[in-house]
């Protein structure tokens, strides 16, 4: 198991727009990850930069080479572009972070 971590940024004002599309994120969503092998996917929300924090378990990291094709990930970043930074082909932008400490 890979873990992975990456930041994202919401824009202002969207921060409650944001919980509430993922308060209700589709479930079919849900099952290309965990089809997929991501699992412990958290996101947590900076309030004074409205960065987001994001970290994932996969079991094989390239897998998330191939989810962009997947027609539901691309219909959920159409979903999300007008409430976030994002690429031209609307996939959210992301910065990978290093893993620089680790507790088992």
């Given at each position: 198991?890979?873990?992975?971590?990456?930041?994202?940024?919401?824009?202002?004002?969207y921060?409650?727009?944001?919980?509430?599309?993922?308060?209700?994120?589709?479930?079919?969503?849900?099952?290309?990850?965990?089809?997929?092998?991501?699992?412990?996917?958290?996101?947590?929300?900076?309030?004074?930069?409205?960065?987001l924090?994001?970290y994932?378990?996969?079991?094989n990291?390239?897998?998330?080479?191939?989810?962009?094709?997947?027609?539901?990930?691309?219909?959920?970043?159409?979903?999300?572009?007008?409430i976030?930074?994002?690429?031209?082909?609307?996939?959210?932008?992301?910065k990978?972070?290093p893993?620089?400490?680790?507790?088992?």
């Amino acid at each position: 198991m890979t873990r992975m971590a990456f930041k994202m940024q919401v824009f202002k004002g969207y921060e409650a727009e944001y919980q509430r599309r993922h308060d209700e994120i589709w479930p079919e969503l849900q099952s290309l990850l965990k089809e997929n092998g991501i699992s412990e996917y958290a996101i947590f929300l900076d309030l004074e930069t409205n960065s987001l924090f994001a970290y994932l378990q996969a079991e094989n990291p390239t897998v998330l080479d191939k989810l962009p094709e997947q027609p539901i990930m691309q219909k959920w970043w159409a979903y999300m572009q007008d409430i976030m930074e994002t690429n031209p082909d609307h996939s959210p932008v992301s910065k990978p972070l290093p893993e620089v400490f680790y507790l088992p």
